[in-house]
Every structure is written in structure tokens, then in C-alpha cells.
């Protein structure tokens, strides 16, 4: 299960150390559920590329297995190097709404943007048995002054529509619905775990029907795959038919732990495109230029014609990543490895808010 990234004799600290030791809650035929103490819950962002202060992540993995994940490499932390470990070693934050509680009493959070679900769903299947997230949104009730905005595939979500609405009276919350495609086929094999895109828009209905602000997030464009003008408008003709209130995108991008999991689902589904996309990716994680602003240029017009604004007045999930961009991406846990680790230029590596670090 676990490998080595880099040769070492000393014995794992830090976060590897902690996912060594975590507790075995449950054992199932797709993944395994696995308690972890957590550090904190309420991540610093320290990039000033990141349209949000805070991240917070419920779980560690996600069980969603969309082969596209950037995420996965997040689990090399844990010293776990399969890419299927993020989908099969799903780790339970223990005592986390306790942690956000404290975090949330003493970090200076007021009017800062906190970004729910930025690396794993916070609705994927372990919600439905341990209820992190929630327990989370009903310490939320209690904030005034947040702006918080979570992003999920989930149709899970609309449980906590009464606490959304409570947190709504205080503070401002946006939930953002990941759809990619329409083609419940194509939903199926490239996110085989989440729900049908019929019942996430249905979900983004009844968000609205509640009053909550709800948007739709067509990402990542895959390219010849769901890129065409006629999947994109699909997506965002089914926004504005159930109501939602913005729309963002994204192009898809690549780094190494996902091209382990992505190229060999590309040779078994569509082996028309290995090849283009081996070359596409020869030597950078990002879409050229041109790629990004052809997709801009056709989301632009789309927008226009289904009445969307150009500039939400929300943050949006992720930035929209650039090939000239030298490597900057989204870090979503807390910065507690001290094992030796890949060499990575991490901008937004959160960090417990500095009344409670030790």
C-alpha cells in the first residue's frame, strides 16, 4: 500500500506518519474508510492567485474515482503512491467539527472567502455514513461574516439545504455543481462514481427553489471529448433551464499522478486519442494558450446568449490554469509532511490559523 518516494531510512513523520497510523473504520469492496487525526480543518491560502482565504477538505481521498482528478497527488503525502489510493483509502477527519469550532473562534475569518471541497467532495459516499460535512455546516451556523462557497458532484448536498439557509442569514454561501457533460454514458466513465448529471442539476433546482445561491462548474473541457460546441451549450442550456445562478470553467489539466490514472483511460476508451493527448501533454501539466482562449471564446458566447453574467459575484472553485503558468496550482491540506516528498512549487498550502499552530 504504501511506497517510497524517496529513499530514506528514517521512519515516516508528520502526515505519512499519522495515515500509518490512522484507525481502520471500515472495509469495503471499492475503498476502505480510515480514521486520521486532524491538525486543523480551516487551511491557510496564501496565494494571491486563489480567489478564496481558506480551503477545507473533509475527507482526504475522494471516492468518486473521476479520472481527470488533479487531486490524486495529494495523497503521495501520505506516502500511499498508487494512484488508485486516492479513491480507495478514503481518511475520516476525526473530531472535525470540534477543531473548525476552535479554528473558527480564534483565526481572523470574518469577510475571507472559505472554499468547501477544493481537493475531494465533500459529499462523496463516506458522507452518508460519517456526515463530516455536516457536522461542519452546523458549526458554520453559528459564524457570522463568512463567505463560503462549496463545490461538490453530489446531489448529497441538498440534505443540508436547512443548514445552508441558516448559514445564509448570517454569512454568504454559494454551492458550485460540477457538471461535464449531459451524456450520462460519458458521466459514467469518466466520473463512474458520482451521481448522473440528471440529478445534479436537479439538485441545483432545488438549491434555488430554497433560495440558496447555486451555480453550475463545467470542469475541467476535456479535449475531443467533451470540448465540442454542442456538449458545452448543452451544459449550459441545462444551467439556465434549473435556475442556476453563475457558471465557471475550466480546461483540463494533467499532472503526473493523474496521467498515471487518465493516459491508461484514454488507451482503453477512446485509443484515438492516446496519442494526441501524450503529445498535448509531452511537456508541460497545462493546455497551450490558444487551446485555453479558443475554449474561452466559445464559453464567452455561450454565457452571453444564456444570460450568465461575465463576473459571478462569487469566488470561483479553482483558477484557470495557463500553460505560461509555471506550475502554480491549488494545495489543499495542511502543510504537516516532513517526509521527503516530489519537488513542487506549492503557492496555496494551507496551514492552521496561527492562534492555534503549535
Known sequence: ????????????????????????????????????????????CSSERMPFAWTINPYRGCEFGCRYCYARYTHEFMGLTR?????????????????????????RVRGQGIALGTATDPYQPAERRFRVTRSLLAVMVQARGLRL???????????DIDLLRRIGLRNSVHVNMTVTTLDRRLARVL???????????????????????????LSPVLPEITDTPGNLEAVVAAARKHGATHLFWNVLFLKPSTQAAFFPFL??????????????????????????????????????????????????????????ADAEQLV???????????????PCVGSAPRAIQR
Open 149 to 159: 462557497s462549496i463545490t461538490t458532484k453530489s446531489d448529497l448536498v441538498t440534505r
Open 191 to 217: 466520473e463512474f462514481r458520482a451521481p448522473t448529471p440528471d440529478l445534479r442539476l436537479t439538485a441545483v433546482r432545488a438549491l434555488r427553489d430554497a433560495g440558496l445561491a447555486a451555480g453550475v462548474t
Open 83 to 107: 494512484w488508485e489510493d486516492f479513491e480507495e483509502k478514503i481518511y475520516v477527519k476525526r473530531n472535525a467539527a470540534r477543531t473548525l469550532e476552535r479554528e473558527l473562534a480564534s483565526a
Open 332 to 346: 489543499l491540506f495542511p502543510a504537516d509532511h516532513r517526509a521527503a516528498a516530489p519537488t513542487r512549487k506549492l
Open 267 to 324: 488507451e482503453r476508451h477512446f485509443p484515438h486519442l492516446a496519442t494526441r493527448y501524450a503529445v498535448r501533454f509531452s511537456r508541460s501539466a497545462f493546455l497551450s494558450r490558444a487551446y485555453k482562449d479558443r475554449i474561452a471564446g466559445l464559453m464567452d458566447a455561450l454565457k452571453q446568449r444564456y444570460g450568465f453574467p461575465d463576473q459571478a459575484p462569487f469566488e470561483m472553485p479553482a483558477p484557470v490554469h495557463e500553460a505560461a
Open 1 to 44: 500500500m504504501w511506497g517510497t518516494l524517496a529513499d530514506s531510512a528514517s521512519a515516516p513523520t508528520g502526515i505519512e506518519r499519522m495515515a500509518r497510523e490512522a484507525t481502520v473504520l471500515l472495509e469495503k469492496q471499492q475503498a476502505d474508510y480510515l480514521r486520521i487525526e486532524a491538525r486543523s480543518i480551516l487551511n491557510r
